[in-house]
């Protein structure tokens, strides 16, 4: 079995700073890209940022220029460092991660289970 956790949300004023870490743990061969999602209630779900293995970036233009992705391959986590946030920014952030499971098991889609980030004054 394969588990992500994220941690590191929590509550903030507009204008600080979080940083979220999703660490995938369990039995499997490779991580491939790892990518952050959130979902604000009554909203559908968005794409936030993602890296390949190789550590290519891809952001969401809400967020360019204010959230850093990053992930260290030996430790199996992803980072999500949030600055300057904003009470637009609030939602359930999500971790995905596609992984190699086995030889036929590959590219598999995995889920946390989210973390709660909230920006109020």
């Known amino acids: 079995q394969v588990h992500l956790v994220e941690s590191g949300g929590g509550l903030v004023q507009p204008g600080g700073s979080l940083n979220l870490s999703c660490e995938a743990s369990g039995s499997f061969r490779t991580i491939w890209t790892m990518g952050w999602y959130r979902q604000a209630p009554g909203k559908q779900r968005e794409f936030i940022a993602d890296i390949s293995r190789g550590l290519s970036t891809n952001y969401a233009d809400s967020v360019k220029g204010r959230f850093t992705i990053s992930r260290d391959n030996a430790k199996n986590t992803m980072y999500l460092q949030m600055n300057n946030l904003k009470p637009e920014d609030t939602a359930v952030y999500s971790c995905?991660?596609?992984?190699?499971?086995?030889?036929?098991?590959?590219?598999?889609?995995?889920w946390g289970q989210g973390t709660q980030v909230t920006v109020s004054s």
């Open positions: 995905n991660a596609k992984i190699s499971v086995s030889m036929i098991l590959r590219n598999q889609d995995y």
